[in-house]
């Protein structure tokens, strides 16, 4: 789901209102960046299935979509 976030806040920026990139951008942080570091929904980090692969990658591409907002991160 973050993937489909990233590229869509990516390739739509210029179109969203503020409120829209807010929402978006919050979403991506606090649902996905943030969420494996602050919970227990960790697992997937230990995996020795694709899922890590996966999960890695869509916070990849979520923190590439917000680095100029969210730098810390």
Request: hydrophobic share 40%.
């Amino acid at each position: 789901m973050m993937v489909g976030l990233a590229i869509g806040y990516d390739w739509l920026y210029d179109k969203l209102d503020t409120d829209s990139r807010r929402e978006i951008r919050t979403a991506i942080v606090e649902k996905g960046l943030r969420l494996p570091f602050e919970t227990k929904y960790d697992s997937w980090v230990r995996r020795r299935s694709n899922w890590g692969q996966v999960c890695h990658g869509g916070m990849t591409l979520g923190a590439l979509a917000v680095l100029e907002d969210e730098p810390e991160l």
